[in-house]
Structure formats: structure tokens, C-alpha cells
């Protein structure tokens, strides 16, 4: 798996709750040189190979199952105006050729959602099959906060993710100058590290958190109001279903598998993409609403505890594997 993202910390979850399931990780760097990856596959004896769907037909093995997830899908039209030039020609080329491959060769493919399985069919023009198996949050690390929920001093939005264009976090600045003072936006650095240029935030203030460990997200979660994911394509949301677990509600855009995780106006509000008043008046409901916002972060967590969970996530994969052996 490459490190540094979302879905590596998943499969270390799998590796610290599945008997004889060992992560490899590689730098993400190593796939600018596809013919390599297959060396990080070798050595060792193994009864069955999980990997992600990009490059998985490079680990391959002759006589060994290959299950393969998909974690995000960038590769369709709609994303186009949000990546770079090179990045287009990538996913256009050999990223659909290496993604295409696996689901040839691949024994299973799951997904990490119902959206994902649905896009990477349609786009692909594949018609095998794919078995959703939903992300899942470690539910007692998790946990809404042991004091009462903020109700004084400025309403916190927490942003977290990298700040890219597919997380649309161009959207901070101009929705912190939109709610104007009473309000505070706080954002991670994601795995940059990097801030946001300088812009007019107005009244609003925004506050730059810097890289955050891991280990440190159920702290930033407690210290919040709200959970602001203004993304355009989520393959699933682990931020938002860590978010709900806290206890927080949620206002993000109304597309990819969000809606799979947020049920708008129970457990927040999902909004048109890039509409900063919408955003905006969403942020100012919960804030004039502390029983709202309860509500909403009681019907997220409970959400959780029936849908999310990790133990629920392992045993589904717990399940898969034994069943290919």
C-alpha cells in the first residue's frame, strides 16, 4: 500500500486486528515507476495478497488470490476541472490502463462504497462484479467528548484534509468572510503541511493547525462544533464518519458518497458544491441551535454504531478472506 493517506491507516487497522495480515508500505513516489512495485509483493510466503485498486495488477501472483479495493476513483470527466494538467494526462493514460488491468486479474474487487462501485462500472464500462465493504472508525477511541458540548466563545468549524483542489480548500477564506465575527474556522495541513494563501477572511478568522498527528484527530474533533468537508469526491469520508462519531454534525456537499454517511438534516446539512451561502447559513443554524446541534451529533454517533465501525469492517473483511482460502 502506498503510505500517507487515508486508506494506508485503514489497512494498518486491518493489521492490528486480523491474525497473519501484514502491511507493506512504499512511498507514493514509487509508482511514477510502476515496474518496481512489484518488488514490494516478493519475498515471503502468503496465502492471499489486498491491495488497492490502482495498482494491483502489479502484485499479482500466479496461485495466490488478489482482492483489490477501491478507495477514491478520479479518473471521470467531473474531476477534470479539479486536477492539474499532468494529473489529467495520468489518469487518461496509464492510471486507467494499471486500474483497468486489476479488475481483470483481481479474484475480488470490493469498494469502499456504493458510489464507488457504481463509478468505477460506469466509467470503466466493466460489468464485474464489486462488493461494498464500508471504511470503518474505531468507535471507542472515537467518542463524543466527556463535557458538555461547546456553548461558549466563538462557533468552531473544523476542516481536515489536505488542502487540494479536490478537497475544495479555496472554500475556507471566502465562507470565513461570509459568517463574519462569532465564528472561527480551524484547518489541518493535511500531509503537506502547507497553509492557505493569504486572503480577505474579513470579520471571520481562520486558524492554520499545521500538520496534526494521527494519534491527535479525537482531540481537534472535541475542541470543535462542526465538521466543515467542502470535497468534491470523497470515496468515502473517513474524516466525516470520525467527525459523526465525536458526536459532531456535518455540513458538506451533497455529492459522491457523502450522502451515504450524512443524512441531510439529521445529522447535518449537505450542500450544492461551491455554494458559500449555503454553507454559510448552514453554519449559522447550528450555531443559534445547541439542542440542534446535540441532536445532529447524537444521530451521527448512533449512525456510526450501527454502520461504521471498525469491528464491523474487520469482520466483513475477516469473512472475505476466509472465504477465498
Given at each position: ?8 491507516v485503514l489497512h494498518r487497522q486491518l493489521e492490528a486486528n486480523l491474525s497473519g495480515y501484514s502491511v507493506r508500505g512504499y512511498s507514493p513516489w514509487w509508482t511514477l515507476a510502476p515496474f518496481t512495485l ?288
Open positions: 500500500m502506498p503510505t500517507g493517506n487515508g486508506a494506508y512489484p518488488w514490494f509483493g516478493r519475498g515471503g510466503r502468503v496465502d492471499l495478497i489486498h491491495t488497492h485498486l490502482d495498482y494491483g495488477c502489479c502484485f499479482k501472483r500466479v496461485g495466490i488470490p488478489l482482492v483489490a479495493t477501491v478507495h477514491n476513483y478520479v479518473l471521470d470527466a467531473f474531476m477534470a476541472p479539479y486536477s492539474s494538467f499532468l494529473q489529467r494526462l495520468h489518469y487518461r493514460t496509464d492510471l486507467r490502463w494499471f486500474i483497468s488491468r486489476t479488475l481483470e486479474v483481481a479474484d475480488c474487487v470490493t469498494a469502499v462504497s456504493r458510489f464507488l462501485a457504481a463509478k468505477v462500472r460506469q466509467d470503466l464500462g466493466s460489468t464485474r462484479e464489486i462488493r461494498v465493504i464500508y471504511n470503518g472508525v474505531d468507535e471507542q477511541r472515537f467518542q463524543p467528548a466527556v463535557s458538555a458540548a461547546r456553548e461558549k466563545g466563538p462557533f468552531r468549524i473544523l476542516f481536515s484534509g489536505n488542502l487540494s483542489r479536490r478537497k475544495k480548500a479555496d472554500a475556507i477564506i471566502p465562507l470565513a468572510k461570509a459568517l463574519g465575527g462569532g465564528f472561527e474556522i480551524h484547518y489541518t495541513a493535511g500531509l503537506t503541511g502547507t497553509e492557505l494563501p493569504a486572503g480577505d477572511a474579513g470579520q471571520g478568522k481562520v486558524v492554520a493547525l499545521g500538520k496534526v498527528p494521527y494519534s491527535k484527530m479525537p482531540e481537534l474533533y472535541h475542541a470543535a462544533d462542526a465538521l466543515f468537508m467542502p470535497s468534491v469526491r470523497e470515496g468515502f469520508g473517513l474524516s466525516v464518519a470520525e467527525a459523526m462519531a465525536c458526536g459532531l454534525p456535518v455540513v458538506a456537499n451533497d455529492c459522491s458518497a457523502i450522502p451515504e454517511l450524512v443524512e441531510d438534516g439529521a445529522g447535518g446539512f449537505l450542500c450544492e458544491i461551491g455554494r458559500i451561502d449555503q454553507y454559510a447559513e448552514a453554519f449559522r443554524r447550528l450555531a443559534d441551535a445547541p439542542r440542534l446541534r446535540r441532536d445532529m451529533g447524537a444521530f451521527n454517533r448512533a449512525r456510526v454504531e450501527e454502520r461504521f465501525t471498525l469491528s464491523r469492517m474487520v469482520a466483513e473483511y475477516r469473512s472475505l478472506f476466509e472465504s477465498m482460502r
